[in-house]
C-alpha cells in the first residue's frame, strides 16, 4: 500500500476544501434530470459529470474528492479521457459509492424504516475499485424520525453495517466514508431540532461503538453526518446560530478526536442554508477534527438548472458551480458571508 488512510483521510478533509457527491444513483440523477426535461441516458449522465469535472477552478481550489457511482467511475469523456483522469489531473481524489441502497427493514416498521445493503462480495468489489483509482468509498444509512421510529433494531443493524463496511474498506486501502443520516425529511409534527439532537447523538454514540467492536482505525476514517437541524415539516424552524451550536455540541458528545475530518451531507437544506450553517460552525471552532462539507444538491443544484442539459450553457453552469464550491470552500474555514453571494 503506498499512501497511508491517514494521508488521505487529512487530503479529503484539507482546510478550505470539501468533497462534491456526483455518486447519485440511476434512479436518483433520474430524478434530477426530470426536472430540466432531460432524458437520463450514459450519454447524458456522462456530459453533465464531465462539465462538473472540468471545472477546473473549482475542481483544483475547493473540491478535495468526488464521490463517484459505478457507472463513472468506468467512464470516459467526450475525448476518450477517463473520467477519472480529468479529476485527478485537477488534484481531486477519486472515491466511489459503495453500498447497493437502502432496503426496507424486515419487521413492524418496514414501511418506514431500512436497512442499507452491499456487504455481499464488497471484499472483491473494493480491490476492483482501488485499481480503477477510488481512494474512499461511501456507504449511506438512512435514520427516519416517525412516530415510534427510529427503532433501536434499525440504528443497531445500520450502525454494524457502517462499520463492517468501514473495516472492509481499510482492509483494501481505501477509507471510508461512513454517512450515517437521520433524515430532515418527513411528516412527523415532533421532528424538532431537539428530537434531532436526540436521534442524532444516540445514532452517532452506536456507530462509534460498532466502529470499535469492528476494528476500525479512526485516523483513517471521514464521518459525513446530517446537521442536526428542525425536520421539514416541524412548526418551528431553529436560527442558523442554532443549527449550528447543537449540531457542533452533539458532534463534540459524539465523535472522537481522532477522527480527522467531517464532512456533513446537505441533506435537502437550500444552497445557501448549507453554506451558512458550516461557516458558522467553523467560526465556533475549538474542535478536535476538519469540518467541511460533502454536498450533492447543494453544490450541484445551481448548477443543473444553468446548465439545463444543453452544450451551449456548460460555460455557465461550470461559473454557478464554481461559485457554489467557492463558497464553501469559504464556509470550511469560517469566513463566508452573505454579501459574497450577492456580488456573485
Ligand atoms: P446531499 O448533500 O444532496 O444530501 O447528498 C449528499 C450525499 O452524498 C448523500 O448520500
Known sequence: MTEKLEDIARAMVAPGKGILAA??????IKKRFDKINLASTEDSRRDYREMLFRSTEAMKNHVSGVILFDETIRQKA?????????????GSIPGIKVDTGAKALAGPTS???????????????????????????????????????PTWNCIKANAHGLARYAALCQEAGIVPIVEPEVLMDGEHSKHDIDECYRVTEWTLRTVFRELYDARVRLEGMVLKPNMVIAGQKAPRQASAAEVAEKTVRCLKATVPASVPGIAFLSGGQSDEAATEHLSLMNAIGGVPWALTFSYGRALQAAALKAWGGKPE???????????RARMNGLAALGKWEQKLEKAA
Open 78 to 90: 467526450k475525448d476518450g479521457t477517463p473520467l477519472v483522469d480529468i479529476m485527478k489531473a485537477a
Open 313 to 323: 450553457n456548460v460555460a455557465a453552469a461550470q461559473r454557478a458551480f464554481s461559485h
Open 23 to 28: 455518486d447519485e444513483s440511476s434512479g436518483t
Open 111 to 149: 414501511k418506514i424504516e431500512t436497512v442499507t445493503e452491499g456487504l455481499d462480495g464488497l471484499r472483491e468489489r473494493l480491490a476492483e475499485y482501488y485499481k480503477l483509482g477510488a481512494r474512499f468509498a461511501k456507504w449511506r444509512a438512512v435514520i427516519t424520525i416517525a412516530d415510534g421510529c
